[in-house]
């Protein structure tokens, strides 16, 4: 029996089906009116930031927990990019998860199925975002590539992450669309991102 919460990102595993199925941890839900985010020391959800203005998360948003956006990660960015000095942003994974029930809050865990991601870049720091299923959901769960998703549902996706870290006043998008992706680059994201947590991460805590 646990008598301890465990870290939402050290002390969750990812599953028995990885990079296929992943469990997720949920910060924010579309009906969020303040930016929620893990703490990192304490595992507790903390408020980052309110929403400023009318840019509203389109589906469930979490990280993969046991993961890091490191030197793995970022390789994929540099190849794409051509170039050699982007890093990763240091943070878990980040991944949105499509599902049609409504639900009403985050500090949950749920299964997934990813069937793709966006390739972004903030300033000089690779930003992918997974795209994935909620598993057994009647509308998406069907759904095993992200081409596969309705246009509209894709664009809108895009639209939020090139968009949400802008304020009214700047000239220039921070996020940079580099490349939208399907499900066997999303998986091998995914494991370059494990890969990063063993070797970037995890000795830090055995440390602690």
């Not at 910060?27 to 009116?33: K, L, Q």
């Not at 990813?114 to 972004?120: K, S, V």
């Not at 664009?155 to 580099?178: C, E, G, N, S």
């Not at 066997?184 to 000795?203: C, G, L, P």
Request: hydrophobic share 35%.
């Amino acid at each position: 029996m646990y008598r301890y919460r465990a870290h939402p990102w050290h002390g969750i595993d990812l599953g028995p089906n990885v990079p296929q199925e992943v469990r997720t941890f949920i910060e924010i839900v579309p009906t969020d009116t303040v930016k929620y985010e893990v703490d990192k020391i304490s595992g507790y959800l903390s408020i980052d930031r309110p929403q400023k203005y009318s840019n509203i998360v389109p589906a469930l948003y979490g990280f993969l927990p046991r993961t890091y956006c490191g030197t793995h990660v970022a390789e994929l960015t540099n190849i794409a990019t051509n170039r050699t000095d982007i890093e990763g942003d240091k943070d878990p994974l980040d991944i949105c998860v499509l599902t049609e029930k409504d639900v009403t809050h985050g500090d949950i865990i749920v299964k997934t199925r990813p069937i793709g991601g966006l390739r972004l870049l903030d300033h000089n720091q690779a930003d992918d975002k997974i795209i994935a299923v909620l598993l057994d959901d009647v509308i998406y769960s069907h759904y095993r590539d992200i081409k596969e998703l309705p246009d509209k549902v894709v664009a809108r996706l895009v639209h939020y992450f090139t968009t949400y870290k802008d304020l009214p006043t700047d000239k220039t998008q921070r996020m940079q669309l580099i490349d939208i992706y399907g499900a066997e680059i999303a998986y091998d994201v995914i494991d370059r991102s494990i890969k990063d947590y063993e070797t970037e991460v995890e000795h830090l805590i055995h440390e602690d």
